[in-house]
Every structure is written in C-alpha cells, then in structure tokens.
C-alpha cells in the first residue's frame, strides 16, 4: 500500500473561482498558424466522434474520441491522431459544484445526506466532499475518503510522532489556523495541523463506508475555546450509516463566534488524490446528495435548506471525466469515463454548466 503521509489535497475551487475571463488559450491573435482551442463536440452521421480540444476543426489536445462498438480512447491529440492514454496528475477535482441557498444559515445541526451508488474499493484514492463552505467566514470542508491517516498526537509538529493511515474514513478540516486547541479528536481518531495547503487543522476517523446511504451532519456542540484572544464553539461532524444504524464521530473543530452560521455559497467536489495512474484506472461511480436539512437555535424539527442556484465547474485542462444533474435538489454525479457536452460556458480554465 502506497505511504500517504506526503498526500495533498488541492482545494482548487478556488482559483477555478476567482480565474474568470474569456479563454485567449495564450495564442497570437496575428497568429496564422493556430486558432484560439475550444472545446467541441465532432460528430459524423449525426454520432458523437470526438468531444474535446479542438484547432482548426481537428483533434488537438486533450479529449475522448468515441470509436465503433461503443469503445472510447481519452488522452492527448494532434492534427486528428491519437498519441497515448491521458495520465492522471493528481491532485483532480473531477467536477466541482458550486451551489447556493436561499439564505445563510444559522445552524445548531445541518445534515445531508449521501447515496453511494457503487462499491469503491479501498485501493483507490477518491474523496466525496458534500460539504465545503464557509462557518463564520472559515473555510472548511467535510466528507469521506477512501484512504486516510493521521496523527494520534495534536502536538505531532513540535514532538516525534507516527503517521497512522486508517483506510477509509471520515475527514474534516478547517482552515486560517493551526492552533491545535482548536482541535477535538474522536475516540481513537487522528488528526493534523499542517501548512501545506494553507495554514489549517483537521480531524479523521475510520469509517467503513461502501455502497449505500449516509448522513453526515455538522453540529454545534456549545463547548467553547478561545484561539488567540476570540471565542470560539466547537463543531462536531457526524456520519450515520443508515445500513448499520451506526453513528460515528469524526470529531470537532472550533469556528469563531457563538451563533455558527453557515454561508449560503457552498461546494462539493469528487476528487481523486495521491496515486498517478491511467485514466482507464481510475475508480467509476455514481453518488447522489441531497436532503440538505438544518435546525436553528429556533427551532425544534429540522427544515429543508432550498437550493436556489448551482452550477458544474470542469477543469479545462483535464478530460472530461464526470458529469452533474440537479434535480428537484438532489444533485447526481456520475465518474469514471468520459462526457460530452453540448452546452457549456467557457472561461479561461474551466468550463461551467448550469444545473439551475
């Protein structure tokens, strides 16, 4: 089994966010001899053949060409031939969702719930984030991976500590900071406070997880710490396994503030980290997530968090490995082989589609 101790995972929503313009793709617009790339869709007797990087008409780039008897071959192109596999380089966010709430969210427990669809095997290297947003204006994220690890000691920075990997698990990490106080780990969880993503602090858990059904849940616990002279509350996350009727702690960090609100721009990703690998080895799935619930400090039973808006993001430096729909606010993510799409906006690294 691979070391995981080096393992990065990218955030990178974040600059696909904040790199909007219109793609010039660096080309000479005097230049005589290459057009500006788009992706396209190339077809013959009204089939798909091709969807993907495209000059002059012709494959070039990166793309899938969808031959006879239904087999494809996605990698990299020039001038309409083919010249090998694509080789993922991880970390590669397949699709990126970014979605909004009708409002912020003042919560004391937000739920959501995750159907995984297919058996993902323990070997690879995928995380399903369904949460990532903002609490009192820090970023987290929260969701499951299929291999994980950490430190048994907070203070694993400043004394001699082992890295332990516990295979599939629960992972939840904020950022802005790497004060260990801010920190609680679950009953035999791990941990880390680390800079190389951004100064930030997380916590893990074992978590068998499979094919099947599971709510995870961020709940305000009101135990408080204070990091650096402000109050802090402490947020547990939880995931239920609806098959085994468990509930299972990945354990708490703490955001600033008493009342946690949670910011009505939020994301979720499918990721795959770690391991360089061919395309056509790389794990296939379909997820669905949806029944966003909440509970405010007024409330006794939880109401439905409404999604008003939500778009795809796809790297367009990447094939086109995923694909999202939303519907009646379940979004469905499909992964694994290639997609074409006919209608998509294209910006300076990625491509956007609308869900609603």
């Known amino acids: 089994m691979k070391n995981i101790k080096q393992i990065t995972r990218s955030i990178c929503f974040l600059f696909l966010l904040t790199t909007y313009g219109i793609s010039q793709n660096e080309i000479d617009p005097d230049n005589t001899l290459e057009e500006k790339t788009h992706f396209t869709i190339l077809e013959k007797d009204d089939k798909t053949q091709y969807f993907g990087q495209v000059y002059k008409n012709k494959r070039k780039g990166i793309g899938t060409e969808f031959l006879n008897g239904g087999q494809t071959r996605t990698g990299y192109f020039e001038n309409d031939r083919f010249l090998g596999e694509y080789i993922v380089s991880p970390p590669w966010h397949l699709v990126d969702i970014d979605y909004n709430f009708t409002n912020d969210i003042e919560f004391e427990k937000l739920s959501v719930e ?35 690890g950490g430190y048994e000691n907070p203070m694993h920075n400043e004394e001699k500590s082992e890295y332990h990997e516990i295979g599939k698990a629960l992972i939840y990490s904020r950022w802005q900071t790497r004060d260990v106080k801010g920190l609680q780990k679950a009953p035999n969880g791990v ?14 858990n074992s978590f068998g997880w499979d094919n099947g059904v599971y709510t995870l849940s961020l709940i305000n616990t ?39 609100v949670l910011d009505k721009r939020n994301f979720m990703f499918v990721e795959l980290y770690s391991a360089f690998t061919k395309i056509s080895d790389t ?12 509970q405010s400090p007024s409330q006794t039973i939880p109401s439905e968090a409404s999604i008003e808006e939500a778009v795809a ?44």
């Open 222 to 260: 009101h135990e408080t710490v204070e990091l650096n002279g402000e109050l802090h509350t402490f947020v547990e996350l939880q995931a239920y396994d609806h098959h085994q009727h468990k509930t299972v702690s990945c354990g708490k960090l703490a955001f600033p503030g008493e009342r946690l």
């Open 283 to 294: 794990p296939k799935g379909t997820i669905s997530v949806g029944n966003f619930t909440y």
């Open 313 to 356: 993001l796809y790297q367009m430096d990447k094939p086109q490995w995923a694909r999202s729909v939303l519907d009646k606010q379940l979004f469905t993510v499909q992964f694994g082989r290639p997609y074409a799409r006919r209608n998509h906006w294209e910006y300076k690294k990625i491509y956007v589609e609308a869900l609603k």
């Open 114 to 148: 995750v159907h995984i669809k297919d058996k993902i095997s323990k070997d690879e290297f995928l995380y399903i984030a369904p949460f990532c947003g903002e609490i009192n204006g820090v970023l987290f994220y929260a969701g499951l991976q299929t291999q994980c």
């Open 191 to 204: 941990c880390e406070s680390s800079g190389y993503e951004g100064d930030f602090i997380s916590v893990r």
